[in-house]
């Protein structure tokens, strides 16, 4: 089963192949919503390579998480170090479904800028 914490890890600390992160952790039909604007898989995978180019490293902090067949619920910070030497930091509450194999599905997020630049609180939604 993953988690938030390690499919956060592999798609922005790795330069591993943003594919194979994918089929990891994320289902086919994967959709996720962050503040409120939903994008498929492609929208979701467009997304990360955004990040993949403006993001050296992030550190995530889980800070509560829950399990339950196949719901997955998680609070946490994450800290975005950008090539541009700025850093930003996000509190995150998620809730998500994960089918049989225990890859994400369906993943809904809202996102509270704790530090950063004003153009930073666009960073879960940033292509």
Avoid at 102 to 111: C, I, P, W
């Amino acid at each position: 089963m993953t988690d938030i914490c390690s499919a956060l890890h592999d798609l922005l600390n790795t330069d591993e192949d943003l594919e194979a992160v994918a089929r990891r952790h994320f289902a086919e039909d994967y959709k996720q919503r962050t503040n409120g604007s939903w994008d498929d898989r492609a929208g979701f995978l467009e997304h990360i390579r955004h990040l993949r180019s403006v993001v050296q490293s992030v550190e995530i902090e889980v800070l509560d998480e829950f399990v339950s067949d196949t719901r997955y619920a998680d609070r946490h910070v994450v800290t975005v170090f950008k090539n541009d030497g700025s850093v930003t930091k996000q509190e995150v509450y998620v809730f998500a479904q994960l089918d049989s194999a225990g890859k994400f599905t369906t993943l809904e997020e809202v996102t509270l800028m704790l530090t950063g630049d004003a153009d930073d609180r666009n960073l879960g939604n940033a292509k």
